[in-house]
């Protein structure tokens, strides 16, 4: 093994296929529906940590409960396929999957960690007893003495003492409370885990902390993780690749480090210089102009034309597909050769 | 740069000394004491912003309410213009015209019944800024929307809070705290729920005015990155005490206290990523520990528990103020019993930062 916990986790296997994701939030008629993710294509190796980042709005937790099919109405899955490859086992569609199905898969094999523990955790049961539930669960056959021990290990992991097993959700810190929601997302050593800005309500040094043991997790039980946040610069330091969304797709996707030494679209760009460095010599910088756009009523063609400086004479009311270039991939027409953009937009969707 | 050199040299706003202690009762009825802010001291310049961090719980928002007197202190003074000032007295409401806070939570601090014009003309009447006429009052609301952003103004004017988003709230609030236009300001977290984008706007807002209106702004945050492009001075507080303080890129390439470099260490920095030599910061394997009770803190240093270069002295006896040439001060028994050390310090504090460079 590696020194680095970034490095040593096998990243040529595909774990998940997503394929033309369309999530839409449903509308009273005759009001269109709100497309909060939109053709959303991309592949997730094992072991790899794949992050998402864009500002409030754009469709980022609309995308994790679509991939956990979390989703509640209005939230509907509307296109696409999702296709999870397991071990000795045909690759699945969870798009389509039965909820029976589904259930055998939740835990075991896809696990969710939220903004708040206490969405996670039971706040009426001790800790050690809801880990005993979820192992005994997905592990038939295995007693209530080797679950307890078995927990013991899991938030030793994320450096709780096991002694706090007997204790309620509310006697512990925030930090805490957050370290064991993860630690009992791993419990059954799911293959995937998705998480929507775990860290957000926490403060630096427990976020460091955190992270560290997740990566150090990963190292050890191979699992892949789709991380979810609006901080880019946490990301660039964390994850293997990194998409960029913007008002329901990806605009650019491709390696950490590219991204952030050598941004392909004008959007990607501008999020990276809206981080003020921590060391590097201080200058002013200056934010995105304007607003993210509402999703009600997206602006035609690029939806980011109206806040780009480098708008161009196709980005009113064509849209960029997702193309190669580099390692990676972007959308944008800067980059887009004759004949590959997506066309004007179909009236219902410029309205 | 935004951040500007030598502030003019007369305190608008000072904590000289400050505790405060809560009592909560805990096990068996029994009153217990929180001792949130221990002995702080702290200044604001005319035209100067200062950042305040620290670890959440480490008494931050404390002491930002002591300065804007919404607690009583247990001890020590809060003093305006060189003159005391406690809560309650004739005193203190010509005080609320100059010092004006922005707290952290954006969702309790504006009336939640009233549309967004209502809350920012009320502001103004209350301090006597308000124009004559309705129509002038509109337009002074539309300006101050136009000030932080929200554009355009006149689809935001009869909104009603819950209408907005967080960071669309956030910047309701400071609004509404400018239109009293304040000599100070003391800002809980402002911005935290400010898209990252929007967020720079709003950092430079507020160092043009710094800059133009000479406005002294306190600025709460967890993002020190944020902190180091805003701030002129930086304070670091750890467990309810100041730890360590001075000229924002003295405490960011050359810090003193151990805990302020945990914290840097913690920051994100994509430089990192492109720089093999740093080394990730998640390579560590050491868990930093838990934050301390406030209730019952460890004895000496605070942070011993967790402090890498914890030693004897540092589990008996709290550190007395060691100051450097460069105008940082912090307590740590690395840096000598306390005193003024004038001469070239001990570089065990600059060890790491120097690395980084
Ligand atoms: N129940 C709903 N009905 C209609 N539209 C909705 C609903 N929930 C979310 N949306 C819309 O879907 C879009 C995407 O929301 P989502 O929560 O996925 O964004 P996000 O990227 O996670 O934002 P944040 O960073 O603020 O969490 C938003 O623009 C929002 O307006
Ligand atoms: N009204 C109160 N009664 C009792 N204890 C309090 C009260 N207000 C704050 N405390 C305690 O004082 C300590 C400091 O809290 P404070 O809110 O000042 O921290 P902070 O640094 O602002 O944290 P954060 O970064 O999470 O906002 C905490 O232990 C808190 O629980
Ligand atoms: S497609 Fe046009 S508007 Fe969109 S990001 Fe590229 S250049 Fe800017
Ligand atoms: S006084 Fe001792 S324990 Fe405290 S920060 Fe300094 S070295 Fe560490
Ligand atoms: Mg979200
Ligand atoms: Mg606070």
């Known amino acids: 093994m590696n020194d680095s916990p970034r490095n040593d986790a096998p990243r040529d296997e595909v774990l998940l296929e997503v394929r033309n994701l369309t999530v839409e939030y449903v509308q009273p008629a005759p009001e269109p529906g709100v497309v909060a993710c939109r053709d959303l294509t991309f592949d997730l190796h094992r072991g790899e940590i794949l992050g998402v980042a864009g500002e409030s709005g754009c469709g980022k937790s609309s995308l994790i409960t679509a991939l956990t099919r979390l989703q509640r109405m209005p939230a509907v899955t509307t296109d696409g396929e999702i296709w999870l490859h397991r071990d000795g086992g045909p690759p699945v569609d969870l798009v389509r999957l039965s909820e029976r199905a589904l259930r055998r898969l939740r835990w075991s094999e896809i696990a969710i960690v939220m903004q708040s523990a206490m969405d996670a955790l039971n706040p009426v049961m001790r800790l050690g007893a809801q880990f005993a539930d979820a192992l005994r669960e997905h592990h038939r056959g295995m007693n209530k003495k080797a679950a307890w021990a078995r927990a013991a290990e899991l938030v030793a992991m994320v450096g709780i003492s096991p002694d706090r097993l007997r204790a309620y959700p509310h006697e512990l810190s925030g930090g805490m409370r957050q370290r064991a929601s993860i630690a009992l997302a791993l419990a059954c050593e799911p293959a995937l885990v998705v998480m929507d800005e775990p860290t957000t309500a926490v403060d630096v040094v427990m976020q460091r902390q955190i992270l560290s ?33 913007y008002a329901g797709r990806v605009v650019e996707m491709g390696a950490a480090r590219d991204l952030y030494s050598d941004p392909q679209h004008p959007y990607t760009r501008g999020l990276r210089d809206s981080f003020p460095p921590l060391f590097a010599p201080r200058q002013e910088l200056h934010g995105i102009p304007g607003s993210p756009p509402s999703l009600t009523n997206p602006p035609p063609g690029c939806a980011f034309h109206p806040r780009c400086a480098r708008r161009f004479e196709p980005c009113d009311d064509r849209t960029p597909l997702l193309m190669p270039r580099g390692g990676g991939h972007v959308a944008c027409h800067l980059h887009s050769t004759a004949g590959n953009d997506a066309g004007p937009v179909p009236k219902e969707m410029s309205l | 740069m935004t951040a500007r050199k030598t502030p003019v040299p007369t305190p608008v706003l000072e904590a000289v000394g400050v505790t405060r202690h809560f009592d909560v009762s805990g096990v068996l009825g029994r009153t217990q004491v929180v001792r949130a802010v221990e002995n702080a001291d702290l200044t604001l310049h005319r035209g100067e912003i200062v950042a305040l961090v620290g670890e959440s719980g480490s008494g931050k928002t404390t002491l930002a309410r002591l300065l804007a007197l919404f607690h009583p202190v247990t001890d020590g003074e809060i003093r305006l213009e060189g003159t005391v000032v406690r809560p309650g007295t004739k005193a203190a409401k010509a005080y609320h015209s100059s010092v004006q806070m922005i707290f952290q939570d954006p969702f309790g601090s504006l009336n939640s019944m009233r549309r967004v014009r209502h809350n920012i003309e009320r502001a103004l009447r209350l301090h006597g800024h308000a124009a004559a006429s309705k129509a002038e009052r509109r337009q002074q609301v539309l300006e101050l929307l ?50 990252v984008s929007i967020r720079l706007d709003m950092l430079n807002l507020l160092a043009r005015l710094r800059d133009e209106d000479g406005l002294s702004l306190l600025y709460i945050t967890h993002d020190i990155a944020g902190a180091r492009y805003l701030a002129d001075r930086v304070c670091v507080m750890y467990a309810g005490q100041l730890v360590e303080s001075g000229p924002t890129e003295e405490v960011i390439q050359h810090p003193k206290h151990p805990y302020t470099r945990l914290l840097l260490e913690s920051s994100p920095d994509p430089e990192r990523l492109m720089n093999p030599e740093l080394g990730s910061a998640f390579d560590r394997t050491v868990s930093p520990g838990e934050p301390p009770s406030l209730v019952s803190p460890p004895p000496g240093c605070r942070f011993h528990p967790r402090c890498p270069s914890a030693r004897d002295e540092c589990r008996r006896a709290f550190p007395g103020r060691t100051e450097f040439p460069s105008g940082q001060w912090t307590h740590c028994w690395l840096h000598g019993s306390g005193g003024n050390r004038l001469t070239a310090p001990s570089n065990t504090g600059d060890h790491q930062a120097d690395q980084r460079r």
């Open chain 2, 146 to 195: 136009e000030r932080v952003n929200l554009t355009p103004a006149e689809h935001f004017i009869d909104k009603l809070p819950h209408e907005l988003s967080g960071g669309q709230r956030q910047r309701v609030v400071i609004a509404r705290a400018l239109a009293v236009r304040p000599s100070v300001l003391l800002g809980d977290e402002p911005i935290s729920m400010l898209d």
């Open chain 1, 213 to 245: 043991q997740v990566l150090h997790m990963r190292a050890r039980l191979g699992f892949a993780v789709v991380f979810v946040t609006h901080d880019l610069s946490l990301l660039l330091e964390l994850a293997d690749r990194i998409a960029i969304m």
